[in-house]
């Protein structure tokens, strides 16, 4: 995947209400500022001049949030009707997001689940950056939750690194590159989490890569998989060396993990048991009634703990 250009969005899917875009890596995903001379907004509007909405800040309705640093999937709506259906999803954390990552270290379980709470951290020259509880100058930690799975072994320029899917079963600001952090294993090329000794300044991007992401709206379930960035023939200096679990089997169980009634009580992406395989996906819940401007207050207000500061 080449560096971000106007011209070189990448579209995973496409349909009269949404769009999922593969976000280059160092791109941000809007800004107000004359300075940044490419966003996605950018490349949004240069591809896709029709589809700009004149009534929003941005002219396009984005529905989550990936730091400058991430790559992958991201989701689009089309219109008002469609991204109060996502809104909804996520208020009800039934969304499924999956991540891609180069850790540092070889990682020696084959799953973890990294439960540290997660607050804003108070502490000097460390504005706009997170913490896990128990951290000096850790503020309002919040429970959250993250699954680690391990699917390779190698070196990254002569360095042992890990090659993980990770599932975020909640959505803290920064949640994973603070649980892999606190792990002991920070992601590659993560500036602010990672190893202090500049190491990180080699890696030509942060390797963290939003790879599978699933959103059952009541009109339709969004799903894209993009293609995995961390490939010997993508990245020369990532040379593995023991396979532990196939991704494409980590894929299929991610298909096949049945998207819950919000009012069933069954385990949706909030449970660990969500990255198990399941059955096939049951038929989409019913329609439910239009949502008044109170639920809809209430779901952005939700969505800002998903919501990354500008700096990010």
């Known amino acids: 995947m080449e560096p971000g250009s106007v011209e070189n969005l ?14 280059h890596w160092d791109l941000r995903i ?5 300075q940044e001379t490419l966003t996605l907004q950018k490349q949004l509007r240069h591809r896709f001049p029709e589809l700009a909405d004149p009534g929003t800040c941005y002219g396009f309705r984005f529905c989550h949030q990936l ?34 990552a180069l850790l540092r270290g070889h990682i020696q379980e084959s799953r973890v689940t990294i439960s540290h709470a997660i607050g804003r951290n108070s502490t000097e020259g460390r504005a706009h950056t997170m913490c896990i509880e128990g951290t000096q100058g850790c503020e ?24 993980v899917l990770l599932k975020p079963l909640t959505g803290r600001t920064h949640q ?24 990180e300044d080699r890696p030509f991007r942060m390797m963290l890569h939003a790879f599978y992401l699933r959103i059952p709206t009541d009109g339709e379930c969004v799903e894209a998989c993009t293609p995995d ?6 990245d020369a200096c990532w040379s593995p060396h023991t396979l532990l679990q196939p991704l494409d089997q980590l894929v299929q169980a991610l298909r096949a993990t049945p998207d819950p009634d919000p009012e069933d009580g069954a385990p ?38 998903w919501t990354l500061e500008p700096d990010s």
């Open 140 to 163: 309002n930690p919040k429970p959250s939750l993250t699954e680690l799975v391990v699917l390779e072994h190698g070196l990254y320029a002569g360095d042992p690194v890990s090659k």
């Open 67 to 100: 730091d400058f640093s991430t790559s992958g999937a991201l989701c689009v709506a089309l219109n008002k009707a469609a991204a109060g259906s996502a809104y909804r999803c996520f208020k009800e954390r039934r969304v499924t997001k999956a991540y891609l």
């Open 268 to 305: 949706g992406p909030g449970s660990p048991s969500a990255l198990l395989p399941g059955p096939g996906r049951p038929p989409p819940p019913p329609t439910k009634p239009p949502e008044t401007e109170t639920q809809r207050a209430s779901c952005l207000q939700w969505l800002s703990e």
């Open 176 to 199: 994973l590159r603070v649980h892999c952090s606190a792990l002991g294993h920070p992601v590659v090329g993560d500036l602010t989490y990672g190893e202090p000794s500049g190491r």
């Open 30 to 34: 809007d800004s107000k500022t004359w």
């Open 10 to 23: 990448s579209i995973v899917y496409r349909s009269r209400d949404f769009l999922v875009v593969n976000k």
């Open 229 to 234: 960035p961390f490939l010997p023939s993508l």
